[in-house]
């Protein structure tokens, strides 16, 4: 069984960077398409990027088109989520997902059924 560990996220002041990190063990990383997810107080589970194993078709959510974007180094086993130009409504708790294939349809949880442990990210002066 293969395994997602992030790391990354944090405090930052609106207008800030940060850069979310997602490493793939145990199986090959390329097989599988990553999806980022962010779980906010109130709010419904938002697939905010998904990218495909081979690293060129991406997806994004309208909340943060042209601010985030999801890149993979297959030689790594890592997914990155590059986050700019941050807005307090990006605080929420972020999740690396895992699909069972490479290849991305929706950006909707129900297509990634292998997720990570999370990370906080808190968008605040």
């Known amino acids: 069984q293969f395994q997602l560990v992030q790391s990354g996220g944090g405090l930052v002041p609106p207008g800030g960077n940060l850069r979310l990190s997602c490493e793939m063990t145990g199986d090959t990383f390329e097989h599988h398409a990553i999806g980022w997810f962010r779980q906010s107080p109130g709010k419904d589970s938002e697939g905010v990027a998904c990218i495909s194993g081979s690293g060129d078709v991406m997806k994004y959510s309208d909340s943060v088109k042209g601010r985030f974007i999801a890149f993979r180094d297959n030689g790594k086993n890592t997914a990155y989520l590059q986050m700019s130009s941050l807005l307090p409504e990006d605080t929420g708790d972020y999740f690396c997902?895992?699909?069972?294939?490479?290849?991305?349809?929706?950006?909707?949880?129900?297509?990634?059924?292998?997720w990570g442990q999370g990370t906080q990210v808190t968008v605040s002066s």
């Open positions: 997902t895992s699909s069972s294939t490479p290849f991305i349809a929706e950006c909707i949880d129900s297509a990634y059924p292998y």
